[in-house]
């Protein structure tokens, strides 16, 4: 049994510089999510999909943030022109519903640092 | 909205002792559920137990087990026989509201075990 895996595990890049997540979720998980963790803080929610449907979406995810899980497997999460403020642990989760208990299950998480 | 509130930001324990780690939560939904999460020094997220709000039974798993008063709105986590690799942040977290796809964090419980 494989769990949630993500790539790359970290990334330096430069302001201005677009970067791009990868994150594979338990094969038989339907509900993919994304998080953000800064120094100090507890995950914050972003956004998650159901199958390849993105069904929501924080304010925190700016229109510089866009995510995709075009065949309902893995999923992307993009930056485009990165700011000193994008710096943080980006963290995916899946799940599926089998009772009325649901528990997400993370990855090891991207750690970003801009510069 | 949903708000989780862990006020002890670090905690020591000697090892082989019992440790409480607080979580009080606040929510307008009747049924929800609560989830403790483990962070180590690597990041990933690690699941250790769920309580139900209508579980007439505190939530036991393994050494971890969970303090659950639902008048008081509190869910501490107690970890029995303290090891040196429980040393890291310890995570509540709740549904933010309906269903359990958006869930937030509290700032989190740094753990350090001593030898």
């Known amino acids: 049994d494989t769990g949630v895996s993500q790539d790359p595990r970290h990334k330096i890049t430069k302001r201005g510089q677009n970067v791009t997540f990868r994150c594979d979720p338990i094969?038989?998980?339907?509900?993919l999510y994304w998080y953000r963790q800064t120094l100090g803080q507890g995950p914050e929610f972003l956004t998650y999909?159901?199958?390849?449907?993105?069904?929501?979406k924080s304010r925190l995810l700016s229109d510089r943030f866009s995510a995709e899980r075009p065949k309902g497997s893995f999923s992307t999460l993009e930056i485009q022109r990165t700011e000193q403020g994008d710096s943080a642990m980006y963290l995916c989760a899946s799940s599926t519903r089998q009772s009325a208990q649901e528990t997400q299950y993370f990855g090891p998480g991207t750690r970003l640092l801009v510069l | 909205a949903q708000k989780i509130t862990q006020t002890q930001p670090g905690m020591f324990v000697q090892e082989k002792e019992a440790v409480t780690l607080d979580c009080t939560y606040d929510t307008s939904d009747q049924s929800y559920g609560l989830f403790w999460y483990k962070q180590p020094s690597s990041g990933e997220m690690i699941f250790l137990i769920y309580?139900?709000?209508?579980?007439?039974q505190n939530a036991t798993e393994g050494r971890y087990s969970l303090n659950f008063q639902k008048a008081r709105k509190s869910a501490n986590l107690v970890i029995s026989a303290s090891q040196l690799g429980d040393s890291a942040m310890y995570f509540c977290a709740i549904p933010i509201s309906g269903g359990y796809q958006k869930v937030t964090f509290g700032i989190g419980t740094k753990l350090q075990v001593i030898p």
């Open positions: 309580q139900g709000s209508y579980d007439e």
């Open positions: 999909f159901q199958n390849e449907a993105q069904l929501e």
């Open positions: 094969s038989e998980h339907n509900r």
